[in-house]
């Protein structure tokens, strides 16, 4: 699959179109609190951190300091620009090359980037160095086998065949990180609760701020989203059932590695 370029187009709408409700802040903070240690301050890294979705409320959960790390200038300029916590702070990097010193963070969150990472097996030795011994890994990502059966994704050609080729099975995923050195702790499915109604999301959709447009033709978005927009008038306010979502959650061993 091709590279997105996020400083082309993306970075303009996607803090807008990616927001999440305090209600889906809320369970991703417990989900995370869940896994981590219990001491506080934890320092923390929040690898492809886009436009800061979740870098402040990492700082603010846990403490700090949070180092988001976005390959995308013009991501980083809008997570800039959107807050300002005295304990974040936002660096050019990518997952292969985290511009953190060796065992200097407590915990690793990479939500939704797995699957932009050009080398893995790389990634996931880069973590092992920059997360300390005892130190956690949380993965949020999809897998090619356990896919959710997004309502609207049907309605655009070639969607599910796109979606597929963008994910890794998940023990391919897990081979990745184990083979690199790290101890797999749990496969947690996180529920979080509706977006709201269908008109709603589709109004976001729109947006076009899912990485997951960049793949489709001019005519396939089009088409698609002419489609969608008929299956919406027929019950425009139907409620979006809550979804499960995975989480991996990985350890740093705290022995030789």
Not at 106 to 112: E, N, Q, S
Not at 134 to 140: A, F, K, Y
Not at 159 to 166: K, N, P, Q, S
Not at 211 to 230: K, M, N, Q, V, W
């Amino acid at each position: 699959m091709k590279r997105v370029n996020y400083d082309d187009r993306l970075y303009r709408n996607y803090a807008r179109g990616r927001a999440l409700t305090e209600a889906h802040y809320a369970v991703w903070a417990r989900a995370f609190a869940r896994r981590l240690p219990p001491e506080r301050p934890l320092a923390g890294v929040d690898v492809g951190s886009g436009t800061g979705r979740f870098t402040p409320l990492l700082a603010t959960e846990f403490g700090g300091p949070v180092t988001g790390v976005e390959p995308s200038d013009r991501m980083r300029e809008v997570a800039a620009e959107l807050s300002a916590y005295p304990r974040v702070r936002y660096e050019k990097g990518r997952a292969e090359a985290i511009p953190l010193t060796d065992a200097s963070a407590d915990f690793a969150l990479l939500f939704l980037v797995w699957h932009h990472v050009p080398d893995r097996p790389a990634a996931a030795r880069e973590l092992l160095r920059v997360v300390r011994p005892g130190g956690i890994v949380l993965l949020r990502t999809s897998f090619r086998d356990r896919l959710p059966q997004l309502w609207w994704l049907d309605a655009f050609p070639r969607g599910r065949e796109i979606e597929a080729a963008l994910y890794e099975p998940l023990q391919v995923v897990l081979s990745t990180f184990t083979t690199a050195g790290w101890e797999f702790v749990a496969l947690d499915e996180i529920e979080e609760p509706s977006p709201g109604s269908r008109v709603d999301q589709l109004a976001r959709l729109k947006i076009r701020s899912l990485s997951l447009f960049e793949h489709f033709t001019p005519d396939e978005i089009a088409s698609g989203f002419a489609e969608l927009e008929r299956r919406v008038a027929a019950d425009p306010e139907a409620a979006i059932p809550p979804a499960s979502s995975d989480l991996v959650v990985f350890r740093r061993p705290t022995g030789p590695l």
